[in-house]
Each structure stands twice: as structure tokens, then as C-alpha cells.
């Protein structure tokens, strides 16, 4: 007989290209730029959470009427045939989102050309994790609103979505030092989270196509297009040619986010022989990052998070509700389980081992951190059951009950381990040599480096 085939054995982790070890440190100039973007979406999560609070203490004010007026105020024209005079809360969701999600675009193509979505080992896990965290909250909202009836099913996709600048600023508050393993993989779960969340959007949220409009499109899209190939980076160039694009996809029905993710697709990531500097795609990511953290988003949330409650009553009167309960759970329950259960079953699956300077725990910590939905649940929910419909409370206070619960959950659990993470960001920081690069990112072995001793 002749002897086991070794590469059998090794199938299940063949199969899914997974490196051996789990949640390992990645490479310096990796961990460096996810560092950047992070502590710019602190602030940016900072200014969100402070426009939704003064929406809410406005909205259930006695001036909340004046709240609605501002929200519901119109703007614009319909004189060119585009349907572009909209509410300021229209104007928020349809338009400053388009920035962020250009911004998406920029780093999803980053990712998958020049990030660890390149990498099959590397994109395995974040990818299936994302898809786990989006499966089990649109179930158990299935669960909770199958007999509800009157288009309630509608809204399955709203508890899918991970706010990925509101995560990172419950971190700045609770004054966690997440080690850069975490990070990363915090932050490549949100890239798929939004790639995912664009495409649920264009597919299952576009109730009518116009095909003449979204044609049309497509020609300021290859204008665009060809110029950044060429490395055109003059603005007057290019933000009328990304407005049209808007304009055509916002008049074809499909939603007028979707060109953000789009026009960010096209600009190029890498640099020509010859570049130096930094690449167009790092360019325009630096403008447009701040208006999209600083501006786009508190605007959006400001517009979207206003919800009058009528006090104790009605908060326990709308939490009764299956569509708020729905939301609630899939996003403190179902988030956690789908991403955490799907680490855990790729792991055994695998046969992979995790990083030893980690433990479970700290998995669990982010994927409950993932449960924070905020702006695009909100998007999706006014996509649901449309702005100004009788649900439209009862989602926005499922969505604040459930991203608050979450946050709060979350927090408490790598509050528990900080300790820990003190001590591997302060490794991960040492730069004994002062040459620019902290001594663990030259090490050859990251597993038995500095930092990456046993869990305490």
C-alpha cells in the first residue's frame, strides 16, 4: 500500500490559500498607512458622533420642528431634466455620500492592487469574515420581520453594514492601543464590508433602471477614466466630469453612490517607471479623505440621525418593533457571531493556528466592534422603506440602540485587554536603532519576535 499523500492533508488550508498562522503582524510601510487612515477617521468619528448627538437633542427638543424644516428644506433645480432639486437631507445622502464612497473606491482598488486584498492568504479571511458579518444579521432580521408583513423583509440588508469611522473613534474614547494585526484586520473587514454593502445597494435597491441615463454615464466615466490613466490631476478637469457621472447614475435610478465607487475604481493605484511622489489614487485620497471624515459623513448624520423619540414610551414603543429588533440583534448579535464563528470555522477548517501574542477574546472584541452600522444602515434603511415612511423612526432608533450596544460591548471587552495591547503597541513603537522602522518589523521571525510573546 502505498504511503498518505502529505498534500491531502493539507487541502482544506490549499484550498483557501490561509497562511498557517492567523492575525499576524504585517509588513512596516503596511502598518504605517493603515496607522494614518485610522487616526484620520478618529477625527472624522469624533465629528460624527457630535453631529448625530446635536441631531438628536435637536430633534426631540421643543424647536424639533424646526429640525424637520431644515431637513426637509429643497434645493436645486429640475429645469435640465435630472431630477436634482432634492431635500438637504436628499441633497446629504445622495450626494456628500458619493464622496465617501469615492473614498471606497480609492481604497478598495488599494487593497486589491497594492494591499492585502492582493494576497489570497492575506484576503481569505477578512473576505470570508465580512461575508459571515453580512449572512447571519440579514438572517436573524429575516428571523424577527417574517411575519410582519407590508414589505418589512425589505429592510434585511440594514443591520449588514460596519461604520468603520465610528468603530475607530469608540476606540479613541475608550483609549485602547489595538495591536496593528487587529488594525488591519479591522480595517480590511470595513473595505469589504463596503464593497459588499455598494453592491446589495446597486442590486437589490435599485427599483427602476433608466438605461438611456445610465449609458450616458458611462461617457463622462471613460473621460474621466482616460485622463487619470494619462495622470491628469487638474480638478477642473475632473470634478465636472465626476459631477455628470453622478448627475446621469443619480437620474438612472441606480443610487448616486455608486458613481463614487466607480469614478474611485478608475484612478490608478501604482506608479509609472519613472514616478516619484506620492501614486494619483494616494493624490486624491489625500483630498478627499478630510471632506469626506470631516464634512460628508457629520453632514449625512446629522440629516439622518435626527429621530424624535417621544421620550421613555416611545423608545420602548419602537424598540418593540420586529424591523428595531430585527436591527438590534443583527447588530450586536448577528455581526459578532457571523465574523467571529467564521474566523473560528476557517481556523479549524485550516488547521491555522492563531498569532501568539493574540487570543480569541481579542477576535470576538473587534468582530462585536463591527457591529457599529451607523451611516450606511441608515442609508439602507431610508432605501428600505423610503425617506418620510412610518418606519423610518423606527429604523433610525434601531440602528442608534444597536451601533450604541454594540460600541458599548465591544468597548468593555478590549478595555478588559488593553494591558496587553499596551504592551504590544509599545514593541510594535521601539525603534532602538532609530532608523524609521520599529526593530519588530525587521525581524525575520514576526512570531517569535518582540510583542509577539504568549497572551497574558
Partial sequence: MSPPDPSRRRSGRALLALPSRLFTRGSWSESRRITTILRKETIGGAVLLAAAAIALIWANSPWSDSYHALRDLKVGSDDVGLHLRLSLGGWAADGLLAIFFFVVGLELKREFVAGDLRDPGRAALPIAAAVGGMVVPAVIFVAFTAGAGDGALRGWAIPTATDIAFAVAVLAVISTHLPAALRTFLLTLAVV???LAITVIALFYTAKINLTALLLAMIPLAIFALLVQRRVRS???LLPLAAATWALIHESG?????????LGFTVPVLQRDGESGPS?????EHLARPISAGFAIPVFAFFAAGVTIGGYDGLVTALSDPIALGIVFGLVVGKAVGIFGTTRILAAFTRASLDSALRWIDILGVSMLAGIGF???LLIGEL????GSAREDVVKVGVLTGSLLAALLAGVLLRIRNRHYRAICEAESTDSDRDGVPDVYQTTDRA???GAGGAA
Fill in 254 to 262: 441606480v443610487h448616486a453612490t455608486v458613481a463614487g465607487v466607480l
Fill in 235 to 237: 480638478l477642473w478637469l
Fill in 384 to 387: 428600505a422603506y423610503g425617506s
Fill in 448 to 450: 517569535t519576535g518582540p
Fill in 375 to 377: 451611516t450606511v444602515s
Fill in 280 to 284: 494619483l489614487a494616494e493624490h486624491f
Fill in 193 to 195: 464590508d463596503d464593497l
